[in-house]
């Protein structure tokens, strides 16, 4: 059975300070990995998909990265508009449909 | 380009009653995905539908819980007989293609059950 975990559950930044999210995975064969973006009260929205180890994607401050077993959301000078919950997830080549992570809720204090 | 709508957004509903959850998907989107979110948890997978066909239901709960994606008209997942450990927020998503993980999700219908 897929599984996938987030961690750490929440963490807390100053404006500025830059830290990575992780998101650990265990699946038959991986199809595609992919980070969402939740804000409270509101439906996940996508941020990226990564398909093989070694592969990086960018958009921002955000940078996502990819090895065989876990997948890394690095985050860069982070403002107070990136608070939010950052789920990761996982296609599985046997499966239909996505497999989420609980999210890593992430808080940037000004 | 309106995107992923949901009603209603909000439900109320006592014990032993139905509730029925309504999703549009994006426009010339035909796979639908439905997920249930409760409180500090993460998304799990429902049940995954394209038009008129039950594709993937292997999340449902096996009683009084069904999904159904007619020709016309929006997705509806129904619960029969609701208690309260279905309170939870409904998450509805669509995609373009099949084996799609960039999925467009709605903004949820959130279930009260008293």
């Known amino acids: 059975e897929d599984q996938v975990t987030q961690s750490p559950e929440a963490l807390r930044l100053q404006e500025g300070e830059s830290s990575s999210l992780n998101c650990s995975y265990t699946?038959?064969?991986?199809?595609?990995l992919f980070w969402y973006r939740q804000d409270p009260g509101k439906g996940p929205e996508f941020l990226f998909t990564?398909?093989?180890a070694g592969e990086e994607k960018e958009k921002e401050r955000l940078k996502a990265t990819l090895t065989k077993k876990e997948s890394f959301l690095h985050i860069t000078a982070p403002k107070p508009e990136d608070s939010a919950t950052y789920l990761c997830a996982v296609l599985d080549t046997g499966r239909r449909a996505l497999t989420f992570g609980s999210g890593t809720r992430l808080q940037v204090q000004p | 380009n309106a995107g992923v709508m949901q009603n209603p957004r909000h439900l109320v509903r006592r014990r032993g009653q139905e509730a029925r959850l309504r999703c549009s998907p994006m426009?010339?989107?035909?796979?639908v995905y439905w997920y249930r979110q409760l409180p500090e948890e993460g998304l799990k997978f429902m049940v995954y539908?394209?038009?008129?066909?039950?594709?993937?239901e292997s999340g449902m709960p096996k009683e009084r819980f069904s999904a159904e994606f007619p020709k016309e008209g929006p997705s509806i997942l129904r619960i029969q007989q609701v208690v309260r450990g279905d309170s939870a927020a409904y998450f509805c998503?669509?995609?373009?293609?099949?084996?799609?993980?960039?999925?467009?999700f709605g903004e949820g219908s959130r279930l009260t059950v008293l």
């Open positions: 539908l394209q038009k008129e066909n039950i594709i993937d």
């Open positions: 426009k010339g989107h035909s796979h």
């Open positions: 699946v038959s064969g991986l199809r595609g």
């Open positions: 990564l398909y093989s």
């Open positions: 998503a669509s995609s373009l293609d099949r084996w799609a993980g960039e999925l467009f």
